[in-house]
């Protein structure tokens, strides 16, 4: 057998293994999972599920801030515009201009920040506001991602949790019936998305032919200033190693999609899509799984020459 041979059937080996291990993590989390990964360099994958569509949730403020950039690349939008923010009407949310009380004057790329970095709702729906789900739908479609589909800003995403939800407010959500119910969790219904069309969307953006140019370079720096360490990040816990990405949470559902970048040149976009079968809000479990299952691929992807860099 040729070299060449013998390290293709190490690598696809390795990939089953690491499906298999993947499978076992989720399982362990008391999570289903879904998950794709792709060296940008090579192309090859480790997929598990990657086509299946799923509620995306504030992943899909990923798509809104590509078409931004996208837009600006293009001399349509101006990021350095300001806007007026009253203190009065925001979309709610747990964190930035969601939760603060007085009024405030941003630019459109320090909304873009505030989307990224803390996943602020009321900057994301400003920004979909200036965008248009129709603008950013159809970015998606001219990238190929034909199974990326935005429906409802966070606004009315949240009016639809809220209404299925109930009188009882937030509590009710801790209720095995009321989660059965909830739109937002289905993908027929509200944004989605599948994990294989979430990597692609990265390497387009990691390749320069989703924003190209300076537009491009700011964004992914952009998303390299996410300030949540316990997701994807928490699987590469080396100095060297660059994570970049974004976050998406409802109930049940934790996400995160994002590029890891190796000092020796490696390149892995990742996307992990859990539904966990707790319905407590806090399960450090399901958050650590994504790291964990991201690792896996990622070793998986750089076996058999590169993985040993770093001990797993």
């Known amino acids: 057998m040729s070299s060449d041979r013998s390290t293709s059937k190490h690598s696809t080996t390795s ?29 090859a994958e480790v997929a598990l599920g990657a086509d299946t569509p799923v509620s995306t949730s504030s992943v899909h403020k990923l798509c809104l801030l590509t078409t931004l950039f996208r837009e600006a690349a293009a001399g349509r939008i101006d990021l ?39 996943s602020d709702n009321a900057a994301a729906d400003l920004l979909w506001q200036e965008v248009g789900l129709d603008t950013v739908n159809r970015t998606m479609t001219q990238l190929g991602l034909t199974r990326t589909v935005a429906v409802h800003t966070v606004r009315d995403l949240y009016a639809a949790l809220a209404e299925d939800a109930g009188p ?54 952009l998303l390299g200033r996410q300030v949540w360490p316990h997701r994807l990040a928490s699987g590469f816990p080396f100095d060297d190693v660059r994570v970049s990405g974004k976050t998406g949470t409802l109930p049940t559902l934790r996400h995160e999609v994002g590029v890891v970048e190796y000092p020796d040149g490696g390149r892995y976009a990742v996307a992990v899509f859990t539904r966990a079968a707790g319905t407590a809000l806090t399960l450090p479990a399901a958050d650590a799984v994504i790291g964990t299952t991201a690792r896996l691929a990622v070793d998986a992807l750089r076996a058999p020459d590169r993985s040993a860099e770093h001990p797993r």
């Open 80 to 118: 350095t515009r300001q806007l007026d923010v009253p203190a009065a009407g925001r979309t709610t949310g747990t964190t930035g201009l969601a939760v603060m009380l007085d009024a405030a004057r941003l630019s459109l790329r320090d909304l873009a920040y505030l989307t990224v970095a803390v």
């Open 168 to 221: 009882a407010g937030p509590r009710a959500l801790l209720e095995p019936a009321v989660l059965a119910r909830l739109r937002v969790l289905d993908p027929a219904f509200t944004n989605r998305s599948t994990a294989r069309e979430m990597t692609a969307l990265l390497a387009a953006l990691w390749h320069g032919e989703a924003c190209p140019g300076d537009h491009g370079a700011d964004l992914r720096r």
């Open 15 to 43: 990939k089953h293994t690491a499906s298999t291990r993947i499978a076992a993590a989720f399982a362990d989390a008391g999570v289903s999972g879904l998950l794709h990964a792709r060296d940008l360099d090579t192309g």
